[in-house]
């Protein structure tokens, strides 16, 4: 039998074998949005400023000098972000599953964990990149029941796992509920249904009943991490500042992401600059190439809007893969297009160059992004601030697990983390448009 692991040797083998270079490198290569924004991995804490120019000098006289009182001076305005958001990610090794494995512990330990560490970072990523892009909810019910007692209907199946625990609430308010996924069923049309159970999916006890999910859940109902939800009571927190909540107008709601009134704690509404442009994509059609409800049209229109209102330079359209593929449909009848298609990506997206008669823009399809908006961005607008980045805790001692004690045998807690937030510094270099029409 393979021999015990020791403290210390499973501490030497954690640092030597799952280095924090590993997983950063993995997360910032299998996005493209994490791999495209710039970052600042330096932020310690505390109020993060962000300065822009409210005003630009602007006074201009036909014939004469300006009245010396009348001179309208540059506005310099100081914005602030509070502190930055956080996101934690535990991994759990037990002692029995090491020593299970031929040969001794260390070897055992080298088979199992790079898998893992490769699906942990994938799965930490998709959770980053999801709140970053679309907002605070994970994905919202389709149906309630479905024709069961137990289940809901998703749209992105994806993005759950046996085990998982979420939070369910109302988009208008209600309490909100906690439940464990104990299946996932994939549709042939590319939803699923979730099985909910009231107690750890690990040990299900009971399922929801029927009576349960018709009283307490709606259609439409938004699926949430732990956390995201203020404690004791209905409030719904934004716990990391999404782009489309940046680039919305105040009040504006589009998927699970909501316009704020306020970015940097200034008020949108009284700076240009806070403003990005905003484009209703609730006439988009699916079944029809016509220019007057064309994905083409809207997003080279956003495009050249946000060059003459924000003197931006947007050059990439990030969308869902929906989106996407009726951009490429509307590519194939149409010559006022032409489009240098990329390979898909071996990481997961795909890329279309196109050119058109109002400019050049490349499409991108990102698959964690929702269906509801289209961002027409400028990179150079925005950066990831962040403290580090994503790094494994380690404990005062030098240790970078904790190890638990059971009647079942012994496991080694490692948790991970992420300190930051996205800043937009120029919204008005960008565009988004919103309210697309969803799957029917």
């Given at each position: 039998?393979?021999?015990?692991?020791t403290?210390?040797?499973?501490?030497?083998?954690?640092?030597r074998?799952?280095?924090?270079k590993?997983?950063?490198?993995?997360?910032?290569?299998r996005?493209?949005?994490?791999q495209r924004?710039?970052k600042?991995?330096?932020?310690?804490?505390g109020?993060?400023?962000v300065?822009?120019v409210?005003?630009?000098?602007?006074?201009?006289?036909?014939?004469?000098?300006t009245?010396?009182?009348?001179?309208g001076?540059?506005?310099?305005?100081?914005?602030?972000?509070?502190?930055?958001?956080?996101l934690?990610?535990?991994?759990?090794?037990?002692q029995?599953?090491?020593?299970q494995?031929?040969?001794?512990?260390?070897?055992?330990?080298?088979?199992i964990?790079?898998?893992?560490?490769?699906v942990?970072?994938?799965t930490?990523k998709?959770?980053?990149?999801?709140?970053?892009?679309?907002g605070s909810?994970?994905?919202?019910?389709?149906?309630?029941?479905?024709?069961t007692v137990d289940?809901?209907e998703?749209?992105?199946?994806?993005?759950f796992?046996?085990?998982q625990?979420?939070?369910?609430?109302?988009?208008?308010?209600?309490?909100?509920l906690?439940?464990?996924?104990?299946?996932?069923?994939?549709?042939s049309d590319g939803t699923g249904?979730?099985?909910?159970?009231?107690?750890?999916?690990?040990?299900?006890?009971g399922?929801?009943?029927?009576?349960?999910?018709?009283?307490?859940?709606?259609?439409?109902?938004?699926?949430?991490?732990?956390?995201?939800?203020?404690a004791?009571?209905?409030?719904?927190?934004?716990?990391?500042?999404s782009?489309p909540?940046?680039?919305?107008?105040?009040?504006?709601?589009?998927g699970?992401?909501?316009?704020?009134t306020?970015?940097f704690?200034?008020?949108?509404?009284?700076y240009?600059?806070?403003?990005?442009l905003?484009?209703?994509g609730?006439?988009?059609?699916?079944?029809?190439?016509?220019a007057?409800?064309s994905?083409?049209?809207?997003?080279?229109?956003a495009?050249t809007?946000?060059?003459?209102?924000?003197?931006?330079?947007?050059?990439e359209?990030l969308?869902?893969?929906?989106?996407?593929?009726?951009?490429?449909?509307?590519?194939?009848?149409?010559?006022?297009?032409q489009a240098d298609?990329?390979?898909?990506?071996?990481?997961g997206?795909?890329?279309?160059?196109?050119?058109?008669v109002k400019?050049?823009?490349?499409?991108?399809a990102?698959?964690?992004l929702?269906?509801?908006?289209?961002m027409?961005?400028?990179?150079?607008?925005?950066k990831?601030?962040?403290?580090?980045?994503?790094?494994?805790?380690?404990?005062?001692?030098?240790?970078?697990?904790?190890?638990?004690r059971?009647?079942?045998g012994?496991?080694?807690?490692i948790?991970h983390?992420?300190?930051?937030?996205?800043?937009?510094?120029?919204?008005?270099?960008n565009?988004?448009?919103?309210?697309?029409p969803a799957?029917?």
């Amino acid at each position: 039998m393979a021999s015990l692991t020791t403290t210390e040797s499973f501490n030497s083998m954690l640092k030597r074998y799952m280095p924090y270079k590993l997983l950063s490198d993995e997360i910032i290569k299998r996005d493209y949005f994490l791999q495209r924004v710039s970052k600042d991995q330096n932020w310690k804490g505390g109020a993060l400023q962000v300065p822009f120019v409210g005003a630009n000098a602007t006074s201009l006289s036909i014939g004469s000098l300006t009245d010396s009182g009348e001179i309208g001076a540059d506005t310099f305005v100081r914005g602030e972000v509070g502190n930055y958001a956080e996101l934690w990610g535990a991994m759990v090794f037990n002692q029995k599953d090491l020593d299970q494995h031929s040969g001794s512990v260390e070897n055992s330990f080298l088979k199992i964990l790079p898998d893992r560490i490769d699906v942990f970072a994938q799965t930490m990523k998709e959770a980053l990149s999801g709140q970053l892009l679309n907002g605070s909810a994970i994905d919202k019910i389709r149906d309630i029941n479905n024709g069961t007692v137990d289940t809901i209907e998703v749209e992105r199946p994806e993005r759950f796992e046996i085990n998982q625990k979420i939070v369910v609430a109302a988009a208008t308010g209600g309490q909100p509920l906690t439940y464990y996924v104990s299946k996932v069923s994939v549709q042939s049309d590319g939803t699923g249904i979730l099985e909910l159970s009231d107690t750890s999916a690990q040990t299900v006890t009971g399922l929801v009943s029927s009576a349960d999910l018709n009283t307490e859940l709606s259609d439409n109902d938004f699926i949430y991490h732990p956390g995201v939800i203020a404690a004791g009571n209905t409030i719904i927190d934004e716990v990391f500042t999404s782009l489309p909540s940046q680039l919305l107008a105040k009040d504006q709601v589009s998927g699970s992401a909501t316009g704020s009134t306020n970015l940097f704690g200034q008020p949108k509404t009284s700076y240009k600059h806070l403003q990005a442009l905003n484009v209703d994509g609730s006439t988009l059609d699916f079944d029809s190439s016509s220019a007057a409800n064309s994905h083409l049209e809207k997003i080279f229109d956003a495009q050249t809007t946000v060059r003459r209102l924000g003197r931006g330079n947007p050059g990439e359209a990030l969308m869902s893969y929906r989106n996407f593929g009726q951009c490429m449909k509307e590519l194939e009848g149409n010559r006022q297009y032409q489009a240098d298609i990329s390979k898909a990506s071996k990481y997961g997206w795909s890329e279309i160059q196109v050119v058109g008669v109002k400019g050049a823009l490349k499409l991108v399809a990102v698959p964690e992004l929702d269906d509801a908006n289209i961002m027409i961005v400028d990179f150079d607008s925005m950066k990831l601030h962040s403290n580090g980045f994503v790094e494994r805790r380690t404990a005062p001692d030098g240790k970078q697990f904790f190890e638990t004690r059971a009647s079942t045998g012994y496991s080694y807690i490692i948790d991970h983390r992420f300190y930051g937030d996205l800043v937009c510094s120029k919204p008005s270099s960008n565009a988004i448009i919103h309210d697309i029409p969803a799957v029917d």
